[in-house]
């Protein structure tokens, strides 16, 4: 029976997981998007064209402020719920993970998930809610370079539980590891700013 319950709690744990980096990169995706209306021109002119493209911005407005708050309350904050729910009742049936495996990769694990958990809330207060109000905090290349700080997780937490659970976690090749993949994803972002502009 218990067995049978951590079965299913790390089956919800993945679908979980899975469902909420999905949200968390739509919902970064419509924040780019929503910051890109800005280098919508011309508005400030009287004829048609202006016109057209104050209409089209603010339309293009209430459409990714309430796609985004769509996103949150309706896949990011329940899937992150599901996560925590199910991670923490297969540790709660089979409180053995915390001492098996490689030493403190458990920790390390849940030390990652509630800075994931502290990157979403941000997201949410600094950026998602101020540009529903129509305040533009960050640049569209800022809210870029942060729709990819989730990468960092999505590379390290699955690497952490498969290695650290068979006991077979080097910290050290994870931090060089996800160091490196971090600046492939930078470099990768910094190249795609420079096509763009050309």
């Given at each position: ?97 915390l001492q098996s495996g490689s030493p403190g990769w458990l920790h390390v694990k849940l030390l990652f998930v509630v800075l994931l958990v502290v990157y979403q809330l941000y997201t949410k207060k600094v950026l998602m809610l101020p540009m529903a109000a129509g305040a533009r905090p960050w640049s569209d290349w ?57």
């Amino acid at each position: 029976m218990i067995t049978n319950i951590i079965l299913i709690a790390k089956a919800l744990h993945v679908v979980g997981f899975v469902s909420w980096f999905a949200g968390l990169f739509y919902l970064g995706r419509v924040l780019v998007n929503h910051a890109d209306t800005e280098n919508i021109e011309p508005v400030a002119a009287d004829g048609a064209a202006a016109t057209r493209n104050r209409l089209k911005k603010e339309i293009l407005h209430e459409e990714y402020s309430a796609t985004a708050a769509r996103v949150y309350n309706i896949i990011v904050n329940p899937a992150m719920m599901i996560t925590w729910l199910a991670g923490l009742t297969m540790i709660g049936f089979n409180p053995a993970y915390l001492q098996s495996g490689s030493p403190g990769w458990l920790h390390v694990k849940l030390l990652f998930v509630v800075l994931l958990v502290v990157y979403q809330l941000y997201t949410k207060k600094v950026l998602m809610l101020p540009m529903a109000a129509g305040a533009r905090p960050w640049s569209d290349w800022q809210l870029r370079l942060w729709n990819e700080v989730p990468t960092f997780f999505l590379v390290s937490v699955p690497f952490l539980a498969v290695f650290g659970k068979m006991g077979s976690l080097n910290y050290l090749y994870l931090a060089i590891g996800v160091a490196l993949f971090s600046f492939m994803v930078w470099r990768g972002a910094v190249g795609y700013r420079k096509r763009r502009k050309e």
